[in-house]
Nanobody
Framework: QVQLVESGGGLVQPGGSLRLSCAASGIIFSIGIMNWYRQGPGDQRELVAMIDRTGNADYADSVKGRFTISRNNAQNTVYLQMNNLKLEDTANYYC???????????????WGQGTQVTVSS
């Protein structure tokens, strides 16, 4: 019914940058809050950033000032610009969103399959 597909992950050196994208597809009426989560090796999944439809955003303290979340409502897409990457940013990054489908107009939470970000020298 709805799919979230992440892209943009890869291998970068410390201090480098990456831009992640997550595109939602399907029969979509609207999308509420969109989030980026991450899960490193042996770690619990944690919320990295969130953004509402109007552009209000919030960030985890560990990424504040380095990461920027944004969205394009017309294209049902959310982005995560990651600058000054550190070794501890290495993780699988997951897109998450509350989506109202046009098929039943009921809100449902969806997850992408993740995109790997590896920061290494």
């Amino acid at each position: 019914q709805v799919q979230l597909v992440e892209s943009g992950g890869g291998l970068v050196q410390p201090g480098g940058s990456l831009r992640l994208s997550c595109a939602a597809s399907g029969i979509i009426f609207s999308i509420g809050i969109m989030n980026w989560y991450r899960q490193g090796p042996g770690d619990q999944r944690e919320l990295v950033a969130m953004i509402d439809r109007t552009g209000n955003a919030d960030y985890a303290d560990s990424v504040k000032g380095r990461f920027t979340i944004s969205r394009n409502n017309a294209q049902n897409t959310v982005y995560l610009q990651m600058n000054n990457l550190k070794l501890e940013d290495t993780a699988n990054y997951y897109c998450n969103a509350d989506v109202v489908s046009s098929t039943d107009y009921r809100s449902k939470n969806w997850w992408g399959q993740g995109t790997q970000v590896t920061v290494s020298s």
